[in-house]
C-alpha cells in the first residue's frame, strides 16, 4: 500500500490528485475550477495510479478529491480491487467536440472487419491498461468462434499491424486520427469513458 505520510504537506491540507495524461488534463480545468478546494495541495500523477493514491489518502485520515477516467478505475476495480469506505464516487460526463464517439472510446481496430470471419487464430494486442475491460468483449467474439491470442503492449499498439505482429488491436480512440494515418479502421466500439471523480466523504 502507497503511504503519503511521508509528503512534506501538511495533514489538514486538502489534497488533489490531478492526472497528468494528456488527454485526462484538456478536461480538467473546469472540473478543478469548481472541485478542488481553495488552497489544496495539488499532486500530479498517472491517471492509472489515481485510485491506489486515493485509497492511500483516505486511509490516512486526511481529504482528497482526484480524477481520473472511469476506464482507468472500472480497470483497477477489476483487478480486484476496493475503494475505501470514505470515498465517494461521481461520474461527470466527457464533453470534447474533437472526440468522434463523444468522449474516448475502447475499440477494437484493424484492417478490414472481414478478418473476423477468417478460419484462423488471430492475434491481438491489447493496451495493457485495459487488459481487463477488453476480456469481456474478447470473450463474447470467443463464443462466436473466433480465435484470438492476446499479446499485452504497453504502448504504440498501431505498430503491432504495421509490423505484422497481430492481426488486431484494442486501444483508446479520440479523434481517430492516429488510426487513420496507420491505414486502420475502427471495427467495434467496446466502450466510452467519463470522468471519474473520487472524494472523500464530509
Not at 473476423?116 to 470467443?142: F, G
Not at 484494442?170 to 471495427?187: C, H, N, P, R, Y
Amino acid at each position: 500500500m502507497l503511504a503519503l505520510d511521508p509528503l512534506p504537506i501538511s495533514t489538514s491540507v486538502p489534497i488533489a490528485l490531478i492526472p497528468k495524461n494528456r488527454g485526462l488534463t484538456g478536461q480538467l480545468a473546469p472540473l478543478c475550477e469548481r472541485l478542488v478546494p481553495a488552497g489544496s495541495a495539488q499532486v500530479a500523477v498517472r491517471g492509472e495510479d489515481v485510485p491506489t493514491l486515493a485509497n492511500a489518502v483516505a486511509k490516512s485520515g486526511r481529504s482528497v478529491v482526484a480524477f481520473t477516467g472511469d476506464d482507468l478505475l472500472d480497470e483497477w476495480l477489476l483487478a480486484g480491487n476496493a475503494l475505501h469506505p470514505r470515498l465517494l464516487r461521481r461520474r461527470v460526463a466527457w464533453r470534447d467536440p474533437q472526440a468522434i464517439y463523444g468522449a474516448p472510446a475502447l475499440c477494437l481496430i484493424g484492417k478490414s472487419l472481414s478478418l473476423l470471419s477468417e478460419p484462423r487464430t488471430l492475434r491481438i494486442a491489447v493496451c495493457d491498461r485495459y487488459q481487463r475491460l477488453t476480456e469481456s468483449h474478447l470473450n463474447a467474439l470467443r463464443r462466436n468462434g473466433i480465435q484470438l491470442e492476446v499479446v499485452p503492449i504497453a504502448g504504440a499498439v498501431e505498430a503491432c499491424i504495421a509490423s505484422d505482429v497481430t492481426d488486431l488491436i484494442v486501444d483508446i480512440v479520440v479523434t481517430g486520427q492516429t488510426v487513420s494515418e496507420a491505414g486502420l479502421k475502427v471495427l467495434r466500439v467496446i466502450s466510452t469513458s467519463d470522468v471519474a471523480v473520487l472524494e472523500t466523504a464530509p
